[in-house]
């Protein structure tokens, strides 16, 4: 859910925009979107959330070179159990680890 906006932030990174026009200043300015779909993806991104007050605390990375892409995300589950989810893709597909740290809990306690 965050990776997905996160990597949609980073696709807008990588559009370049260029204007286009002389010196004249009765010369409108035009503005041209180009995406370069032939060039090699490669990036990472990290972020973490520590929410003590609102229960939210997670965390991710991802990295990226061509085809392969891996990742890992964490977060803290109601019942207070760390989940974390190792992921990795290429053009086979995406290979999912999922553990858990801690123990359940169960009902009230802020």
Do not use: C
């Amino acid at each position: 859910m965050y990776g997905k906006a996160v990597l949609g932030l980073l696709v807008l990174g990588v559009v370049a925009v260029y204007g286009q026009g002389g010196g004249d200043h009765h010369h409108h300015h035009h503005l041209e979107e180009y995406i370069d779909y032939q060039a090699h993806p490669h990036y990472h991104y990290d972020y973490h959330v520590h929410d003590l007050k609102h229960h939210d605390v997670k965390s991710q990375w991802e990295t990226r070179d061509g085809h392969h892409t891996k990742g890992v995300y964490t977060l803290i589950q109601p019942d207070h159990k760390k989940r974390i989810v190792e992921y990795e893709a290429d053009k086979h597909g995406v290979r999912y680890t999922v553990k858990f740290e801690g123990h359940g809990h169960h009902g009230g306690g802020n």
